[in-house]
């Protein structure tokens, strides 16, 4: 019993760490974090879009995060490293940000997320879905929920582990819309299946215009 509470301590306890990186690291383009303690140290490795604003002039900010991490959360010896995002089009978050961005701008819901699956296929997904659900209409209008998806994306038992997600909420003047999306890497193989082919997109998506934020 003592074992299974302290698999369950560690694990409340990486969860808080990813949530205070998520946030700390923001500005960074964070995209996630993976964490793996031994004995000796915890080790921190960080997927950001600017690696440079993680690490600071001589290397400050990155020994200042590792002083919090120590402090905060009492971990012994932990140790950060940084990974460069080099397509953002294939990391969840990065996606969901994006997408919550555009909502927050007042574009058309549908629109944005016809031209976000569409930029994740293209850039080699074996499957994708994105789904939004909250106060999609106008303000004082039930919820609603809508979801755009292509490609093979598992949903249950182990191969569905291999599926990357990411969940962003948007704040526009209707209320919350959360954002969830979900990636097939490509070179992703699954023990249930042997290819997975190339997927012709549905007209709706593979002519659907991609968004950009404002100042991209």
Do not use: C, W
Not at 62 to 77: A, C, P, Q, V
């Amino acid at each position: 019993m003592a074992i299974e509470r302290k698999f369950i301590e560690d694990s409340i306890g990486i969860h808080h760490i990813a949530k205070f990186l998520e946030t700390e690291l923001d500005r960074a383009g964070f995209s996630g974090v993976e964490i793996q303690r031994t004995p000796m140290v915890t080790r921190i490795a960080v997927a950001v879009t600017n690696p440079g604003r993680v690490i600071g002039k001589k290397g400050k900010s990155i020994r200042d995060l590792t002083d919090m991490i120590h402090s905060k959360f009492g971990i012994e010896n932990p140790q950060i490293s940084v990974v460069d995002i080099t397509n953002t089009e294939l990391e969840p978050r990065l996606v969901a940000k994006k997408t919550v961005k555009m909502i927050e701008m007042g574009k058309n819901i549908r629109r944005i997320m016809h031209g976000s699956l569409k930029t994740i296929m293209d850039s080699g997904a074996l499957g994708a879905e994105i789904v939004a659900s909250g106060k999609i209409a106008a303000k004082g209008g039930r919820a609603k929920r809508l979801r755009v998806f292509a490609g093979y994306l598992p949903k249950a038992g182990e191969p569905a582990r291999l599926v990357k997600r990411a969940h962003v909420t948007a704040y526009p003047k209707s209320g919350a819309i959360g954002v969830l999306v979900s990636i097939v890497l490509p070179g992703t193989v699954f023990p249930d299946k042997k290819e997975i082919k190339k997927v012709e997109l549905p007209r709706i998506i593979s002519e659907a215009e991609v968004e950009k934020p404002q100042g991209e």
